[in-house]
């Protein structure tokens, strides 16, 4: 289910699904920098380069299929503090030619790159909120990515359709002496966001545009910003009630749904199922223990779930006040196993691992127990294959 706020949108009888044709948030018409863009794909026409890593996934070229479909891990670092031993959380869905983006953290651009994935085969990212530790590298994608050819010729080439959550429209109450960032529009969605991006970057954006000929990033954009169902949701109340997965969009070969999770005041917040040819796969994004995600898993191959150490950060100083923040954002490892055994699924791979410093053996053994099927530790440029894509 997709929104938009002040155009008209295309609504799918069949699924209700409504879609934005550009960015038409009120950002844009605040600031007249966002035109509707033209509708359909421009045509990508990057070769590979005989350079690009062995390890990526080849496309087969005139829009076939490669021999291998993918999750791969780009980065698994959670909280928004930068460390020196892994990436910001990100992940990539890589099904035939074409990749599915889910967060974009700190260096998710490079990354993806280091991946051997193709900015080229770039067809979709889905935000799953708008927390800064899974979108800061977001606009890079557009912004450098499509600045135009890098050395091996690759650049994103064709409109990508970006899929995530709207305004928030309230702010829980401020305390005595706490001020409010941008008090006109403070609880910006994804539209605003991409909006605001391109503000800020206009005046080198022009420059190129007029003296090297670059591409308008506003061609490069299609904002969906996903309309919650009407379950009783709100920002000030219960921000995920138990729901049924609803449907966010179909392309014919991947089909993705969507439900909300609880990830303390933050609203919207989603889980997403990625169903395709090759199998299943489902990424909780930031989200405590909820019925929602085990729903939405149910059956599914492979899930890619956040995972929390709260012993660990409890030994670390960790005052009351946080820990129970922490307890109500995100999941204890222990509670994984139990989780993913309910849901049925194939396989359990740990990201967003906070604390860092954590091993890997010590996330497995409690991830692991109460739990039959397969636990991946993730880490930054992990690969795991779907059932059907392991060519």
Same mark, same amino acid.
């Given at each position: 289910m997709e929104k938009s706020s002040t155009s008209v949108p295309e609504r799918d009888g069949r699924h209700g699904v409504a879609r934005r044709r550009f960015l038409g948030a009120s950002a844009a018409a605040a600031t007249g920098l966002v035109a509707a863009a033209p509708p359909g794909y421009a045509a990508a026409g990057v070769d590979t380069p005989a350079t690009r890593p062995r390890t990526a996934p080849q496309p087969s070229g005139g829009g076939g299929r490669s021999h291998r479909s993918e999750v791969v891990l780009l980065g698994v670092l959670g909280g928004p503090p930068p460390e020196a031993t892994a990436n910001g959380i990100a992940s990539a869905l890589v099904v035939g030619d074409r990749v599915h983006l889910i967060d974009c953290g700190r260096g998710a651009v490079s990354q993806y790159l280091r991946a051997g994935l193709r900015l080229a085969d770039l067809a979709s990212v889905f935000v799953t909120h708008l927390h800064a530790?899974?979108?800061?590298?977001?606009?890079?994608?557009?912004?450098?990515?499509?600045f135009g050819p890098n050395d091996e010729g690759d650049a994103v080439r064709r409109p990508v359709h970006v899929h995530g959550p709207g305004p928030a429209g309230a702010l829980p109450p401020a305390t005595?002496? $706490?001020?409010?960032?941008?008090?006109?529009?403070?609880?910006?969605?994804?539209?605003?966001?991409?909006?605001? $991006?391109?503000?800020?970057?206009?005046? $080198?954006?022009?420059?190129?545009?007029?003296?090297?000929?670059?591409?308008?990033?506003?061609?490069?954009?299609?904002?969906?910003?996903?309309?919650? &169902?009407?379950?009783?949701?709100? &920002?000030?109340?219960?921000?995920?009630?138990?729901?049924? &997965?609803?449907?966010?969009?179909?392309?014919?070969?991947?089909?993705?749904?969507?439900?909300?999770?609880?990830h303390g005041p933050v609203f919207p917040s989603f889980a997403y199922r990625f169903d395709t040819p090759d199998g299943s796969v489902v990424f909780s994004g930031d989200t405590t223990v909820s019925r929602n995600v085990e729903r939405l898993a149910r059956g599914a191959d492979i899930l890619v779930h956040e995972a929390i150490d709260l012993d660990a950060q409890a030994a670390a100083g960790a005052p009351p006040g946080l820990l129970a923040h922490l307890r109500e954002s995100h999941t204890d490892v222990d509670a994984?196993?139990?989780?993913?055994?309910?849901?049925?699924?194939?396989?359990?791979?740990?990201?967003h691992l906070m604390p860092s410093a954590v091993p890997a053996r010590r996330w497995a053994r409690r991830a692991g127990r109460g739990f039959r099927g397969r636990v991946v530790v993730g880490t930054d440029l992990a690969r795991i294959a779907l059932p059907g894509g392991r060519g």
């Open positions: 530790d899974h979108v800061c590298d977001y606009y890079d994608f557009f912004l450098l990515g499509g005595a002496g $706490q001020s409010t960032v941008s008090p006109g529009d403070p609880t910006p969605g994804l539209a605003g966001l991409t909006t605001y $991006q391109m503000a800020a970057f206009a005046y $080198q954006t022009n420059l190129f545009m007029r003296y090297s000929g670059t591409t308008d990033p506003r061609e490069l954009v299609r904002v969906h910003e996903i309309d919650v &169902p009407s379950v009783g949701a709100s &920002p000030l109340g219960a921000t995920a009630p138990d729901m049924e &997965p609803f449907l966010v969009t179909d392309d014919g070969t991947v089909r993705v749904s969507a439900v909300l999770v609880p994984l196993g139990p989780l993913a055994e309910r849901a049925g699924v194939g396989t359990l791979v740990l990201t």
